[in-house]
């Protein structure tokens, strides 16, 4: 009944419309089809186009999620392709935030390239599927030497197979414009979380009439936004590791209130950078970078290369500090983590060319000098500490380095089996956004928050999905690892 | 048209009373708003594409200081748009090709002819005219594909795009039973075999809705997203001028490149501005056409 | 003798006469059956797993667990919720607006073509593309739209367009946007199915203009008008591009379409989520949201059948 309705409308508006492809029917009889014989020969054009033909040259891909060094290490990739004996021919291919989400495509196609920037995440997940190359396998005895100081035990090498070698680390810093503090008549950068709110408050009543605001933060994607801000502060002051308490072994996020509550102000229209809400992290760098933002926070490995390449801005005008907390409480170190780490795909083809492109460009000193010189991040490897001269940024900005309040952090579950691990309703970054806009009650939402993440914990445990993390006499002064 | 309806005609534009002038500025002036509401955004990419990012985010005038055609150069260089608008014009005439020649011989045999299991089929088709499961099903064609071998190369997102056409099938189907049935027996008694009569009766004379399939499905597949987004995301090198476009807002420089971006954003809407410029009649009467594809 | 083999020949007759129609059906059949039917044969059998894709063990048969969730998971409810308001959004400013440009450009006069290809003209363009055009519009910081609200002095600090308090209607402009024009030739369509005569005699009959709207070409659209609704109401529960590009669902979810919610547990939607997909949920929340779409489908069929017979 419907259908045919629908049928006549449309033959109704085929024939009133009449203009179409001309006179339908006259000469009808004596034209015949070549649109099928042109549909195949479009199709196998199509299906040559991608055999790209590469030459007899081994082609290694290398994939990175990073987009403030890319210029670097493309440069450095022409560079070998120019240089190299080998006949290898190196492709370097910048992911950015759809890293981790490239990744599973490619496991899953077999399409993983050769060699890839490791990311927590992505190295967690096919870590225990055989898909990370044991590096030892590879390294000459020099080379083990040369990087000894950057294994660490349960973070880089599991079970005496070394995954990746981190060679600069990062950590988290809130970054302030210097000359806007100055304006607002702010002698100090803020060391509790209520001093952070006064001053941005302060900044947007006294400013916003020229377009600067207190704070930011690229909110738009709350696990992007928090990762690099509110998670960190909360682990020096409560101790635990986003939510997890590894004495006792379970979640508890009920300490999150407070800091909750002083953020819903932080992002008040009396305070926050309009727009925050829809922000991303770059858009936020170049508003920084203008002169518009009072304060943010970021990783510290990132923001000197930026301010320096992309998004030019004044050193003397910003600096960094520690991410405040309630009250300045510190109860415990707050994350570290080790960057400009490779994994090498196992199942390469090209396995002993994979590591020797990776040798050759990422581990040699002119490299990793460059690297921490450049700005790019800050150097862990002793031998390259004592020789770089690193730019102004690190000589003068004390914060910008890793210091005592930093350490490697052991993973909670839902970071150790992720996908192990199912939490029914929106995960913790999810519930944080939708308390500091208002729309649940910290202290509820909480306490809500806490048992599904228990839950779900002890289902994996049950379900064999995940197993039970408990590190006996753990300190949150002193981390250990397992 | 009756002599006393065009007499009456004829008194009424003597008439034009104030009334009337009131109502036809008051009718302009409605769709001049209108048009600008509808125009503005497409002026705002294809001028901005030509601006310094500078004008773009600070303030600048409506069209820019200087005609900056080194963004388009940046774009199709540095971008590398070259290889996507390749890619999404092989793309694009693949699905088309494909949609049309399947949905031609589908819908003539749905109408013409009785076979085995005919009504279950139709059923089904119907059936999945209905169910909408959304972009989720994205993810079992692909591993589908993949277990078929052919998720690397660009036939996989050819595939996908075109997809299973029941819409299509239909409305092929019910423009194929509005042809005579004794134009088919006709031939068929001049010695046509079943290819015969439609390659030289059906397929002539449903050009029209072909067009309509062909049209459409040119037009989807052009602009196509997530389907694009999902099926090369492992293989950037497949990506279409689209997924390109959104991804730059994710590249190196691209809070201080909107420039660039626009330029990019008019690479993925100027071509199918131009087929709309040469076809519009056939877009919209195509539209009524396919008003069951929704 | 005879019968057998003419039955024979028969049979063989109709063999043949099958074959060749497959072969005419078979390479839609092939797209169909892929395409179509394979995936959503899929995701009922996912309804009832837990399953984190490859690379993270086998699936785990739940039983109804997964839809006991859905019932359970109040941000996919007021997923379903926003939905609804954007769909009814959409759909209550679309429909009048095309109505009434209709109305207006339905007639054979000058300007009145070019007009038509211009409201028609957001139609043939990509929703992904323009999303972000649009979302450099509406931008809270440097947006164009901002930029002339602020000069012109109608507003004195930046509106937020696409925070929580206006990313609905900012999402349902762009919607607007781009759709008008296509319900717009629904419309003309359907006027001009309307005789000429019967619109003019009623103006003989001394009916003013909103009264021919309202007497004639309203009650006489009836019928296409019925479907124009129907076809308004179930592609607003399939938008999902535009949300995608232009908000992600955000901010806290408050745009968040249903559609989104299950595309949510297969990709995550912004690049920068880190989600981890949990195909069974997801497949088990696209079912539901399917049952939803067509609950509302068949109770709009229903409704519009009454009011037909009141007429």
Redesign the interface.
């Known amino acids: 009944m419907r259908l045919r309705r629908i049928g006549a409308i449309t033959l109704a508006a085929l024939m009133a419309a009449g203009t179409l492809a001309g006179c339908s029917g006259k000469t009808a009889t004596t034209e015949t089809t070549n649109a099928q014989t042109t549909a195949a020969a479009e199709t196998t054009a199509a299906a040559s186009d991608t055999k790209a033909a590469s030459g007899e040259k081994t082609v290694i891909n290398i994939w990175s999620k990073d987009r403030h060094d890319a210029s670097y290490v493309q440069e450095k990739v022409d560079q070998y392709n120019k240089t190299n004996t080998d006949n290898i021919q190196v492709n370097y291919q910048l992911y950015t935030d759809n890293y981790v989400q490239a990744i599973d495509m490619a496991v899953q196609s077999g399409e993983l390239p050769d060699i890839m920037v490791q990311q927590d995440q992505m190295f967690d997940k096919y870590v225990n599927e055989g898909q990370w190359a044991n590096l030892y396998d590879f390294m000459d005895e020099d080379m083990k030497t040369y990087f000894k100081d950057v294994i660490f035990p349960g973070y880089n090498e599991l079970d005496e197979k070394l995954y990746f070698i981190p060679t600069t680390g990062t950590t988290c810093r809130l970054f302030y414009n210097k000359e806007i503090f100055e304006r607002a008549g702010i002698a100090e950068p803020p060391k509790t979380l209520e001093e952070m709110v006064a001053d941005s408050k302060l900044i947007t009543s006294k400013l916003s009439g020229e377009g600067i605001y207190g704070f930011a933060e690229n909110m738009k994607s709350a696990s992007s936004g928090l990762q690099r801000s509110l998670m960190v502060g909360l682990q020096r002051e409560t101790g635990l590791v986003n939510g997890y308490d590894f004495v006792k072994g379970e979640y508890d996020f009920t300490p999150w209130a407070e800091s909750l509550k002083l953020w819903k102000e932080l992002l008040s229209e009396d305070s926050a950078f309009p727009g925050c809400e829809s922000l991303d992290i770059d858009p936020l760098r170049t508003q920084f970078a203008a002169g518009k933002i009072g304060m943010y926070m970021s990783y510290s490995h990132a923001e000197p290369g930026v301010y320096q390449n992309q998004f030019p801005m004044d050193s003397d005008k910003w600096d960094c500090v520690p991410i405040p907390t309630v009250g300045g409480k510190t109860n415990g170190k707050q994350y570290f983590s080790g960057t400009g780490g490779y994994v090498i795909n196992a199942k390469s083809p090209n396995l002993e060319k994979a590591f020797k492109v990776y040798k050759d460009i990422f581990t040699n000193e002119d490299y990793l000098v460059g690297y921490y010189e450049g700005g790019y991040g800050v150097s862990i490897l002793p031998s390259v500490i004592a020789k770089a001269k690193p730019s102004a940024d690190f000589q003068n900005k004390k914060w910008l380095l890793i210091s005592d309040i930093d350490a490697l952090l052991p993973k909670p579950p839902h970071s150790a089996f992720a996908s192990g691990m199912v939490v029914e309703g929106e995960d913790m970054y999810k519930t944080c956004e939708s308390i500091y806009y208002g729309d649940a009650d910290p202290d509820a939402a909480l306490k809500d928050l806490t048992d599904r993440y228990n839950k779900a914990y002890q289902d994996a445990i049950k379900n064999n999905t995940g197993y039970e993390i408990k590190i006996p006499g753990y300190d949150p002064q002193n981390p250990k690892l397992q | 048209m009756t002599e006393a309806?065009a007499q009456?005609k004829k008194m009424k534009k003597v008439h034009l009373s104030d009334k009337a002038r009131v109502?036809l500025i008051s009718?302009?002036v409605?769709?001049g708003i209108?048009?600008v509401?509808?125009?503005y955004?497409?002026i705002?990419?294809v001028l901005g594409s030509f601006k310094t990012n500078a004008e773009?985010?600070?303030?600048g005038g409506f069209f820019p200081s200087v005609w900056h055609f080194e963004n388009y150069y940046k774009a199709f260089i540095q971008a590398d748009f070259t290889k996507y608008t390749?890619n999404s014009v092989?793309?694009s005439?693949?699905v088309t090709?494909?949609a049309?020649?399947?949905?031609s011989?589908?819908g003539?045999?749905?109408a013409r002819?009785d076979?085995?299991g005919k009504k279950i089929?139709l059923a089904?088709?119907m059936s999945?005219m209905?169910?909408?499961?959304?972009?989720?099903?994205?993810?079992?064609?692909?591993?589908?594909l993949?277990a078929l071998k052919i998720?690397?190369?660009?036939?996989a997102l050819?595939?996908?795009l075109?997809?299973?056409?029941?819409t299509n099938?239909?409305?092929v189907m019910?423009?194929t039973k509005?042809i005579p049935k004794e134009l088919d027996e006709a031939a068929i008694i001049d010695g046509c075999s079943?290819?015969g009569v439609?390659?030289?009766?059906i397929?002539?004379?449903s050009?029209?809705?072909l067009?309509?399939v062909a049209l459409f499905s040119f037009?989807n597949a052009?602009?196509?997203?997530?389907t694009s987004l999902?099926m090369t995301?492992?293989?950037?090198?497949?990506q279409t001028l689209?997924v390109a476009?959104?991804?730059?807002?994710?590249?190196?420089?691209?809070?201080?490149e909107?420039h660039i971006?626009?330029a990019g954003?008019s690479i993925?809407?100027i071509p199918?501005?131009i087929?709309?410029m040469f076809s519009?009649?056939?877009?919209?009467?195509?539209?009524?056409?396919g008003?069951?594809k929704? | 003798m005879k019968e057998t083999i003419s039955r024979n020949l028969r049979i063989k007759k109709t063999l043949k006469h099958n074959l060749q129609t497959y072969s005419f059906l078979l390479p839609n059949l092939i797209l169909f059956t892929a395409c179509s039917l394979y995936p959503v044969v899929w995701t009922l059998k996912y309804v009832f797993y837990q399953y984190g894709g490859y690379g993270t063990g086998k699936p785990i048969f739940v039983g109804i667990a997964n839809l006991a969730r859905v019932f359970r998971d109040k941000v996919y409810w007021e997923s379903v919720l926003h939905t609804f308001t954007y769909g009814f959004g959409k759909v209550l400013i679309i429909i009048p607006l095309a109505f009434f440009l209709a109305f207006l450009l339905n007639q054979q006069k000058r300007g009145n073509g070019v007009t038509q290809s211009i409201m028609f003209l957001p139609t043939i363009m990509s929703s992904a593309v323009m999303g972000l055009v649009f979302y450099l519009l509406f931008n809270a910081y440097n947006g164009e739209v901002n930029k002339y609200l602020l000069e012109s002095g109608i507003i004195s600090r930046p509106v937020n367009w696409l925070g929580k308090d206006h990313a609905m209607k900012t999402l349902i402009l762009t919607a607007v946007w781009g759709g008008v024009g296509n319900y717009m030739v629904y419309f003309i369509a359907g006027i001009q199915q309307i005789s000429e005569d019967a619109i003019e005699s009623a103006r003989i009959d001394g009916a003013g203009k909103l009264q021919t709207i309202w007497y004639i070409i309203v009650p006489m659209l009836g019928p296409i008008l019925k479907i124009i609704m129907m076809l308004a109401i179930t592609s607003a529960f399939n938008d999902i591009t535009n949300v995608m590009v232009l908000t992600e669902g955000g901010p806290n979810n408050a745009t968040m379409v249903m559609s989104l919610y299950g595309y949510r547990y297969f990709f995550p939607i912004s690049a920068a989520e880190a989600t981890v997909p949990q195909y069974g949920y997801g497949a088990a929340v696209s079912v539901v949201s399917a049952a939803i779409a067509g609950v509302v489908t068949v109770i709009y069929l229903k409704v519009s059948k009454k009011l037909d017979d009141i007429y």
């Open positions: 309806y009456n109502a009718k302009w409605f769709l209108m048009i509401f509808t125009l955004p497409v705002y990419t773009l985010t600070q303030g390749l092989v793309v005439i693949s090709i494909l049309v020649t399947t949905t011989l589908a003539f045999v749905m002819k076979f085995a089929l089904l088709y999945m209905f169910v909408s499961l959304g972009s989720v099903t994205l993810y079992p064609i692909y591993e589908l993949r998720n690397k190369t660009i036939f050819v595939i996908a075109t997809g299973g056409q029941a099938v239909f409305l019910g423009f509005g079943i290819y439609y390659s030289r009766i397929l002539p004379l050009k029209p809705i067009a309509v037009r052009w602009n196509d997203y997530i999902i995301i492992s293989i950037p090198k497949l689209t476009v959104v991804q730059l807002k994710y590249s190196v420089n691209s809070a201080a909107w971006m626009l954003a993925a809407i199918i501005l087929v709309y519009n009649k056939q877009f919209i009467a195509g539209l009524t056409a008003a069951v929704g």
